[in-house]
């Protein structure tokens, strides 16, 4: 199953929907779904090296996007979506203290949250929820999300066939590794706030 996934996720990249697939997967990362645009632009970037600041590109657009999504549930939708959304992620106890965080260390929270496995989705709710100033929300997320993404292209870009290569004979050990990405993620999420 994992290798029908990831050959149909280098299939992908081949396909003029490829972009709007991994905008689509990059803009609800960031605002309500659980799974980072990484494990799509991984695969993707593999198959097409020379694409891959494209890919790069795409997923902070459509991260940004969804993050003003997802700041706009924090300010706007707290009561009813946001709230629903923490309590998915088993978070609701946990928003004050992130709260109080925000008011001393907003910047650096983005800062540092959008560049790591911790759901962005959290940070851009919360931000939204503190009251965070929307146009540094915007720009801190630029930076983090393009940092993240753009680094990420720039490994696959260089060293893209060996870690193809790499990927495919190790292909279920890496995926381990993501998935211990993402739930530590998460873990980090409700062991520190």
Same mark, same amino acid.
């Given at each position: ?5 990831? *050959? &149909? ?29 990484? =494990? ?26 969804? %993050?003003? =999504? ?26 004050? %203290? ?6 001393? &260390?907003?910047? &650096? ?26 146009? &540094? !929300? ?10 993240? !993404? ?6 696959? *870009?260089?060293? %893209? ?7 495919? *004979? *190790? ?20 062991? !520190?706030?």
């Amino acid at each position: 199953m994992l290798k029908r996934l990831y *050959n &149909w996720t280098i299939s992908l990249s081949e396909s003029p929907r490829a972009p709007y697939a991994l905008g689509a997967v990059s803009f609800a990362e960031s605002s309500f779904f659980p799974i980072p645009p990484d =494990v799509m632009l991984l695969p993707m970037a593999l198959a097409r090296p020379d694409k891959a600041w494209t890919y790069a590109a795409i997923c902070t657009i459509t991260s940004v996007i969804g %993050g003003i =999504v997802g700041y706009m549930i924090g300010s706007l939708l707290y009561d009813s979506v946001g709230q629903w959304l923490i309590a998915v992620y088993g978070l609701g106890d946990k928003l004050d %203290g992130f709260r109080e965080l925000y008011q001393k &260390w907003g910047h &650096w929270i983005i800062l540092i949250k959008g560049f790591t496995p911790i759901p962005y989705k959290l940070v851009t709710i919360a931000s939204g929820l503190a009251g965070y100033d929307f146009i &540094w !929300f915007v720009i801190l997320s630029i930076i983090t999300r393009g940092a993240r !993404f753009f680094f990420l292209a720039g490994i696959l *870009n260089r060293y %893209g066939e060996p870690l193809r290569r790499f990927i495919e *004979n *190790n292909l279920v050990a890496v995926a381990v590794v993501l998935i211990l990405a993402i739930v530590g993620g998460f873990a980090a999420v409700k062991l !520190f706030f």
